[in-house]
Antibody
Framework: EVQLVESGGGLVQPDRSLRLSCVVS????????MHWVRQAPGKGLEWVSG????????VYADSVKGRFTISRDNAKNSLYLQMNSLRADDTAFYYC?????????????WGQGTLVTVSS | DIQMTQSPSTLSAYVGDRVTITCRAS??????LAWYQQKPGKAPKLLIY???SLESGVPSRFSGSGSGTEFTLSISSLQPDDFATYYC?????????FGQGTKLEIK
């Protein structure tokens, strides 16, 4: 059974940092691209960042470029999102999602999400 | 950037109805389009990829069509479990843009 489990969310003050993690099982992690997608409460989906199987291709949405860093540890079946200089408009549920295969493929499995709230 | 526009934003229908949701891309994305279903409090679920390919395990009442800039998701006979929000997504380029969503409500 494929599972993606996010953690690391919580309440954080503006301009502070937070690191999200996503541990996966049930598939060969090192074979696939992975992504972070967020959803502000009551709003639509916004892709945040993606990383290829070997970390050789990393891409970001303009809204987070320069502030967020995606990474992965294939030995630990884990995906990460380091979020710096957080702003109120970063408040959202953050989902990790598995690409079907390479970078330019849709997302066939998602975690349950972790809520990040940026507020003073 | 590629913009994705869905219509309608909200759709009311009866169980048993056939419904269609439209997604338009601001430039051609060939067939690099996916459809997702999301229920309240849950993660999105992939329904359709490559514009018309049904994801494994998805009921055959769901179908997708289109290419280039105009795409549709159809549900042939609505079931109570189908009332949810639907999103299209382009994966032609690395910005993976989603449409704004279509909320399908029970009439």
């Amino acid at each position: 059974e494929v599972q993606l489990v996010e953690s690391g969310g919580g309440l954080v003050q503006p301009d502070r940092s937070l690191r999200l993690s996503c541990v996966v099982s049930g598939f060969i992690f090192e074979d696939v691209a992975m992504h972070w997608v967020r959803q502000a409460p009551g709003k639509g989906l916004e892709w945040v960042s993606g990383i290829s199987w070997n970390s050789g291709n990393i891409v970001y949405a303009d809204s987070v470029k320069g502030r967020f860093t995606i990474s992965r540890d294939n030995a630990k079946n884990s995906l990460y999102l380091q979020m710096n200089s957080l702003r109120a408009d970063d408040t959202a549920f953050y989902y990790c999602a598995k690409g079907i295969f390479g970078m330019l493929t849709p997302f066939d499995y998602w975690g349950q999400g972790t809520l990040v709230t940026v507020s003073s | 950037d590629i913009q994705m526009t869905q219509s309608p934003s909200t759709l009311s229908a009866y169980v048993g109805d056939r419904v269609t949701i439209t997604c338009r891309a601001s430039q051609s994305i060939s067939s690099f389009l996916a459809w997702y279903q999301q229920k309240p409090g849950k993660a999105p679920k992939l329904l359709i990829y490559k514009a018309s390919s049904l994801e494994s395990g998805v009921p055959s009442r769901f179908s997708g069509s289109g290419s280039g800039t105009e795409f549709t998701l159809s549900i042939s006979s609505l079931q109570p479990d189908d009332f949810a929000t639907y999103y299209c997504q382009q994966y032609k380029n690395y910005l993976y843009t989603f449409g704004q969503g279509t909320k399908l409500e029970i009439k």
